[in-house]
């Protein structure tokens, strides 16, 4: 696969899922710490969001950095847009602006979750999986 | 290695108006706070990139890891 097809397939996913976090490790068993803070925080929210893990392929993170500009991992994007790193949905998450930004029921009032709503469903978006 | 003063120093030029605290342990990694009115209006990952951009090329090099704040004067 060319990097041009791995960038293709990122901006794919983004466009795709409304929230998307590319982290390193899964939401199960996340590699770092910054991934790991981000994802309890997304959990906290009870939002839910697609995961791509960037470290099978180094390319994964090369690509998704060209086309957000923004040179860490962990990415949490909301609607295209990219939302920010660790450092900046600490922040969001800490002064309530995450899951108003995210819509998420936690943060955004007092609206229960609708009947039969289950948990983040666990990462749909597989570009490692394409890749093999 | 920059110092904090030399980190502060350069975000301060590169944003007029922006007022910096640095504070570093050991010159590599820093913890950053700027206050700046160019944020008025920007998003947060806008408001980072302004700072970021002006440490491009030395991110993950000369300057491991940059914790960043951004702040609206009010």
């Given at each position: 696969m060319s990097d041009n097809e791995i960038r293709t397939l990122i901006a794919q996913a983004i466009d795709e899922n409304d929230t998307i976090l590319f982290m390193k490790g899964s939401p199960d068993a996340p590699a770092c710490g910054f991934s790991a803070?981000?994802?309890?925080?997304?959990?906290?929210?009870?939002?839910?969001?697609?995961?791509?893990?960037?470290?099978?392929?180094?390319?994964?993170?090369?690509?998704?950095s060209a086309i957000s500009n923004w040179p860490t991992i962990p990415q949490l994007f909301h609607k295209g847009e990219l939302i920010g790193g660790c450092d900046i949905v600490t922040e969001m998450y800490e002064n309530g602006e995450l899951g108003e930004a995210l819509g998420a029921p936690a943060q955004s009032g007092p609206a229960p979750a609708p009947a039969g709503a289950g948990p983040a469903p666990a990462a749909p978006m597989g570009i490692e999986n394409r890749l093999n | 290695m920059p110092s904090a003063d030399e980190v502060k120093r350069r975000i301060e030029t590169g944003i007029p108006g922006a007022a910096a605290e640095v504070q570093t342990h050991d010159e590599v990694h820093f913890d950053v706070v700027v206050r700046a009115s160019a944020f008025e209006g920007l998003t947060r990952v806008?408001?980072?990139?302004?700072?970021?951009?002006i440490f491009e090329g030395e991110l993950g090099g000369a300057i491991h890891a940059l914790a960043l704040k951004t702040e609206v004067p009010t």
């Open positions: 803070r981000t994802v309890a925080m997304l959990q906290q929210l009870e939002t839910p969001f697609a995961a791509v893990d960037v470290l099978p392929d180094p390319r994964i993170r090369q690509e998704l | 806008k408001q980072h990139r302004l700072v970021m951009d």
